[in-house]
Nanobody, 127 residues
Framework: QVQLVESGGGLVQPGGSLRLSCAHSRLSLNYAIGWFRQAPGKEREVVSC????????YYSDSVKGRFTISRDRAQSTVDLQMTSLKPEDSAVYYCAADYPGPLILERLCDVDDFGSWGQGTQVTVSS
C-alpha cells in the first residue's frame, strides 16, 4: 500500500499563490501520482497528475497555465505550485497514486483509476 501525506494547505487571498506537497513512500517507475480536489457538495475532480516514469503531465482545463506539478525524486515528493488562485479553487486537495502510469495519463487521470489516497489538505481562497 502506498503511503501519501499532503501538506501546505491554508488560507490565501484571491490572486495569491500556495504550494502543496505530497510526500510518498517509494514508488516504482510504473506509477502515476495525481492531485485532486473536492469542494463541498461537489464530486472529487482531477487537478493534475504526473507519470513517475517519464514525467509526462496532465492538467485540467480549469488550472492549466496557473498550476504546475513537479516531482522531487530525492525527497520523494510531488508538489503542486498554485498561482493566480481564485475563490473557486477552494477545496480539500488530495494526492493519490496508482499504476500503470502511462495508461492513467492516457485516460486523463480519472479519479477512479487511483486506489491509494492521502488524507487531504484544505485550501481556502478568500479575502
Amino acid at each position: 500500500q502506498v503511503q501519501l501525506v499532503e501538506s501546505g494547505g491554508g488560507l490565501v487571498q484571491p490572486g495569491g499563490s500556495l504550494r502543496l506537497s505530497c510526500a510518498h513512500s517509494r514508488l516504482s517507475l510504473n506509477y502515476a501520482i495525481g492531485w485532486f480536489r473536492q469542494a463541498p457538495g461537489k464530486e472529487r475532480e482531477v487537478v493534475s497528475c504526473i507519470s513517475v516514469g517519464n514525467d509526462n503531465t496532465y492538467y485540467s482545463d480549469s488550472v492549466k497555465g496557473r498550476f504546475t506539478i513537479s516531482r522531487d525524486r530525492a525527497q520523494s515528493t510531488v508538489d503542486l505550485q498554485m498561482t493566480s488562485l481564485k475563490p473557486e479553487d477552494s477545496a480539500v486537495y488530495y494526492c493519490a497514486a496508482d499504476y500503470p502510469g502511462p495508461l492513467i495519463l492516457e485516460r486523463l487521470c480519472d479519479v477512479d483509476d487511483f486506489g491509494s489516497w492521502g488524507q487531504g489538505t484544505q485550501v481556502t481562497v478568500s479575502s
